[in-house]
């Protein structure tokens, strides 16, 4: 083998280097995520549910609706909020139209034996609103709650 | 030196980078992180406390009580969750026994003279709470702010 | 060419790939972040604005005002905490004068007709207090909402 083909050789070892360090998932990645926010409401208080909608649209005016990702979970006393005679059962439904997902906790719903026939239409459930909120913090969702 | 102890000494310089590439520790890790959650209960409103005690169950029961780390801290009027005499003592007990971490902030004891011996059995201690969920935030802990 | 240049350029890109490598931003670096604190202040409530001056407060007096940063957003309700007649003026002044920083929402300005001589002196103002909140924590801030 002639010393021109262990530079090749070398060349490729090289490459194959810096391709593999390439393809890492780094910190730098984790710097610049998209827009994502999961919003709480955990309160029995049509002012909160107000001021959450509010924040998932100037969240979608500021950034593009296109370009943020919203979940509002309700859990907790915040349930009512979902309930299909809700106060801002119309602003929900705006809401759900514009890209917000919507979120019930099932816990909440057993425990005030509320069943799916009693809230809002579109909207989504998961077992536990907490487990949520934590799973969309350890995805890098970031955290609001008005 | 002949050509074959080249690349023998080449296929060293590969695996060793190979190898240091694969310790590194990636935000692969950061995206798979174990449940852990610091709770943080800052309002004095025995509905809240009530709603705290109720989060960290439910992560406990939907996760498994071994699978999640959950820490509460009281401060500021939050504090009276913590006392001797506060209405959700029991609760407390019943979380302690669980596994579930409760904190008392000392900056907010000394404001209201309070000392240890005014305080529940088996809680710990931080020199400031807003520190303490810094720091949980630092390390990856979800937070919740019921 | 000899072996002995060979062995040369081996070097040569051996270390090339481990600079590479340390050059890398890791999880490691996340994991040792330091110490930024964005606090949220959404409530028309001065008993919150005061427990937000006071975390900003404990945080400094702990770690030392050199090595945290803070940042208070004022939005929605909240607002009120930076007009000009404020209840916490004095305070906010004094935290100004630390080294916090208080930052209002223009979006809410706007909607309570509010412009900078309604405010504060010494403030900063944002297009929208939740984009600027979700963006802290993108860049890995502690979020705390007192």
């Given at each position: ?39 709480q ?9 107000n001021?959450?909608?509010?924040n998932a ?13 919203i ?20 602003r929900?439904?705006?809401?759900l139209?514009?890209?917000?997902k ?8 057993r425990?005030?034996?509320l069943?799916m ?30």
């Amino acid at each position: 083998m002639s010393v021109h083909r262990v530079f090749q050789a070398l060349r490729i070892v090289t490459v194959a280097a810096l391709v593999s360090v390439a393809a890492l998932p780094t910190a730098a990645d984790a710097q610049t995520p998209e827009s994502r926010v999961v919003i709480q409401v955990s309160d029995a208080d049509p002012g909160k549910w107000n001021l959450a909608l509010n924040n998932a649209k100037n969240l979608q005016t500021d950034l593009g609706a296109k370009n943020v990702d919203i979940e509002i979970v309700a859990y907790g006393p915040g349930i009512g909020m979902l309930k299909a005679d809700s106060v801002v059962g119309n602003r929900i439904t705006e809401a759900l139209g514009a890209g917000v997902k919507v979120i019930a906790c099932d816990n909440q719903m057993r425990g005030q034996k509320l069943e799916m026939p009693d809230m809002l239409n579109g909207i989504g459930y998961v077992p536990a609103g907490v487990v949520e909120i934590m799973r969309r913090q350890q995805e890098h969702w970031a955290y609001l709650r008005p």
